[in-house]
């Protein structure tokens, strides 16, 4: 918890017991307040990064925030914005609609204090510190105002701003002062324990205006530093004044009083004088330095376009180099598988064409040998075949008057014989000739293997030839997609450029 006596205690994240109880919420991230909220958007899940991208470019307008434009285009809601702004400073964050919130805690702040800076008082931490559920964490002048209205030390926690308006409207503040001719009121404070202080306001809602009003300059955050604590002396005084009335009685104290309020007014004057100054020499700081801003963007600007122009210039040239070296290696390529293909081709032809060469030359030689050798096996088994019918018919008009005359010379029995023996040959030759013939058949079966095997081998020298077509269109493949590669690093370059 930070403590500064002139301009109250604010608790810092993380001190102090944690809050607890429904609708709050711990900060999960780490190192979220070094990075911007659209990332933090994104990285609890509310947004796309398409989304938070599109909202970081509508947000170059005068007047726009990517958070401003991610709500009114509807992408998030006020309690998710809250959420991220929780996130972002390390606080608690409280969804008003589940958590429980102690009326009490209202009577401690007026109401144009509570609208004024979009806090509403929700309860008390265990320390003791008034918990106070705010929309703006980054408006620390406010928190500070508040903890010197309430005299207690603050805990911001953040909640959504329609919750904290939709709160304010129902919770019962403190009594708003009535303004009299001297413009001079008083209020009551009620803290937790129940005591009850009389205190002068150091005056209307314009001073806490004024008090709330950012400081663009050093000089005036000391003046309205020394001005409260003036205005804090003052009330010590008063409450000593106060004391001391008591004991000397009523009518002495109400003299005192009456200096006392005259010398607050009299301070208040100068307060507000003093506020004027400052604001207005704010806010000559505040325009010299918007001038200032401006010009400096005006010249990054310049300098970032000149850059972005001699940028693309480089990319293109790299760009039409990659292009141009793409092209003579994508025509080596096609010259070399062209070259490749046209040399298979003729090789594979070559070798088809020996092949078949050699297979008629081998068929026309087997062709031959058995021809010839079926014809003289034909002529020599014809003689004997009709050698051996001469024999046998010659044999059986032998055998005929033999079976007529009874068979006296053994030389004719031989010779039957050996007829018989004859004509047994000439049935062998026979069948060696049926033999011969299907051993034609087996070469003309051979001849019809190597006309298939000649055909085989055709369809082989086809099925290369797609497969090196097949590895042509590859190489183009891949040729068009280095190409693609190279458009696709130009692409961003463009793009950034515009």
Same mark, same amino acid.
């Given at each position: 918890?930070?403590?500064?006596?002139?301009?109250?205690?604010?608790?810092?994240?993380?001190?102090?017991?944690?809050?607890?109880?429904?609708?709050?919420?711990?900060?999960?991230?780490?190192?979220?307040?070094?990075?911007?909220?659209?990332?933090?958007?994104?990285?609890?899940?509310?947004?796309?990064?398409?989304?938070?991208?599109?909202?970081?470019?509508?947000?170059?307008?005068?007047?726009?925030?990517?958070?401003?434009?991610?709500?009114?285009?509807?992408?998030?809601?006020?309690?998710?914005?809250?959420?991220?702004?929780?996130?972002?400073?390390?606080?608690?964050?409280?969804?008003?609609?589940?958590?429980?919130?102690?009326?009490?805690?209202?009577?401690?702040?007026?109401?144009?204090?509570?609208?004024?800076?979009?806090?509403?008082?929700?309860?008390?931490?265990?320390?003791?510190?008034?918990?106070?559920?705010?929309?703006?964490?980054?408006?620390?002048?406010?928190?500070?105002?508040?903890?010197?209205?309430?005299?207690?030390?603050?805990?911001?926690?953040?909640?959504?701003?329609?919750?904290?308006?939709?709160?304010?409207?129902?919770?019962?503040?403190?009594?708003?002062?009535?303004?009299?001719?001297?413009?001079?009121?008083?209020?009551?404070?009620?803290?937790?324990?129940?005591?009850?202080?009389?205190?002068?306001?150091?005056?209307?809602?314009?001073?806490?205006?004024?008090?709330?009003?950012?400081?663009?300059?050093?000089?005036?955050?000391?003046?309205?530093?020394?001005?409260?604590?003036?205005?804090?002396?003052?009330?010590?005084?008063?409450?000593?004044?106060?004391?001391?009335?008591?004991?000397?009685?009523?009518?002495?104290?109400?003299?005192?009083?009456?200096?006392?309020?005259?010398?607050?007014?009299?301070?208040?004057?100068?307060?507000?004088?003093?506020?004027?100054?400052?604001?207005?020499?704010?806010?000559?700081?505040?325009?010299?330095?918007?001038?200032?801003?401006?010009?400096?963007?005006?010249?990054?600007?310049?300098?970032?376009?000149?850059? @972005? !122009?001699? =940028? $693309?210039?480089?990319? %293109?040239?790299? +760009?039409?180099? *990659? #292009? &141009? /070296?793409?092209?003579?290696? @994508? !025509?080596? =390529? $096609?010259?070399?598988? %062209?070259?490749? +293909?046209?040399? *298979? #081709? &003729? /090789?594979?032809?070559?070798?088809?064409?020996? =092949? $078949?060469?050699?297979?008629?030359?081998?068929?026309?030689? *087997? #062709?031959?040998?058995?021809?010839?050798?079926?014809?003289?096996? $034909?002529?020599?088994?014809?003689?004997?075949?009709?050698?051996? #019918?001469?024999?046998?018919?010659?044999?059986?008009?032998?055998?005929?008057?033999?079976?007529?005359?009874?068979?006296?010379?053994?030389?004719?029995?031989?010779?039957?014989?050996?007829?018989?023996?004859?004509?047994?040959?000439?049935?062998?030759?026979?069948?060696?000739?049926?033999?011969?013939?299907?051993?034609?058949?087996?070469?003309?079966?051979?001849?019809?293997?190597?006309?298939?095997?000649?055909?085989?081998?055709?369809?082989?020298?086809?099925?290369?030839?797609?497969?090196?077509?097949?590895?042509?269109?590859?190489?183009?493949?891949?040729?068009?997609?280095?190409?693609?590669?190279?458009?696709?690093?130009?692409?961003?370059?463009?793009?950034?450029?515009?």
């Amino acid at each position: 918890m930070s403590t500064d006596p002139l301009m109250g205690e604010i608790a810092g994240p993380g001190s102090g017991p944690p809050l607890s109880g429904p609708g709050v919420t711990a900060p999960s991230l780490s190192g979220a307040g070094r990075r911007f909220l659209s990332d933090i958007l994104v990285e609890l899940g509310f947004v796309s990064d398409e989304d938070a991208e599109r909202a970081v470019e509508a947000a170059r307008h005068p007047g726009m925030t990517p958070e401003k434009v991610l709500i009114e285009g509807g992408i998030i809601t006020e309690d998710q914005l809250s959420r991220a702004l929780a996130e972002r400073y390390g606080l608690d964050h409280i969804d008003l609609t589940e958590f429980p919130v102690d009326t009490s805690a209202a009577a401690l702040l007026r109401k144009t204090a509570a609208k004024r800076y979009m806090a509403a008082p929700v309860g008390f931490a265990e320390d003791g510190a008034l918990v106070l559920a705010v929309s703006d964490p980054a408006d620390s002048l406010g928190l500070s105002d508040i903890a010197v209205m309430t005299k207690l030390p603050v805990r911001p926690a953040v909640a959504a701003r329609s919750q904290i308006a939709k709160l304010v409207d129902t919770l019962s503040f403190m009594v708003e002062p009535t303004q009299g001719t001297s413009e001079s009121v008083s209020t009551v404070i009620i803290p937790p324990d129940g005591d009850v202080h009389e205190e002068p306001a150091a005056g209307p809602a314009p001073v806490e205006e004024a008090a709330a009003a950012p400081s663009a300059d050093g000089a005036g955050e000391r003046e309205l530093a020394r001005l409260r604590e003036e205005l804090a002396m003052a009330l010590v005084d008063r409450d000593e004044a106060k004391a001391r009335l008591e004991k000397h009685g009523e009518q002495t104290a109400s003299e005192h009083e009456r200096e006392l309020e005259e010398a607050l007014s009299t301070l208040k004057l100068e307060h507000e004088r003093a506020l004027a100054g400052a604001e207005a020499t704010a806010e000559e700081a505040l325009r010299a330095e918007r001038a200032s801003a401006q010009q400096a963007l005006t010249s990054q600007r310049a300098n970032h376009e000149e850059a @972005l !122009q001699v =940028e $693309r210039a480089k990319s %293109d040239e790299t +760009l039409q180099a *990659e #292009r &141009a /070296k793409s092209d003579e290696t @994508l !025509q080596a =390529e $096609r010259a070399r598988s %062209d070259e490749a +293909l046209e040399t *298979e #081709r &003729a /090789k594979r032809v070559d070798e088809v064409e020996a =092949e $078949r060469a050699r297979t008629a030359e081998a068929i026309d030689a *087997e #062709r031959e040998r058995h021809a010839k050798e079926l014809e003289a096996l $034909r002529a020599r088994l014809t003689e004997e075949l009709d050698a051996a #019918r001469a024999d046998a018919s010659s044999a059986r008009e032998e055998s005929a008057a033999e079976a007529a005359a009874p068979v006296a010379d053994p030389a004719d029995r031989a010779r039957i014989e050996q007829l018989e023996r004859e004509l047994a040959e000439a049935r062998e030759q026979l069948d060696l000739t049926a033999d011969a013939d299907r051993r034609a058949e087996a070469a003309r079966a051979a001849h019809a293997a190597l006309r298939e095997e000649s055909e085989r081998q055709a369809q082989v020298h086809a099925l290369t030839e797609r497969e090196l077509r097949a590895e042509l269109e590859q190489v183009r493949a891949e040729l068009d997609r280095m190409r693609g590669e190279l458009g696709s690093r130009s692409e961003p370059a463009q793009t950034t450029g515009e």
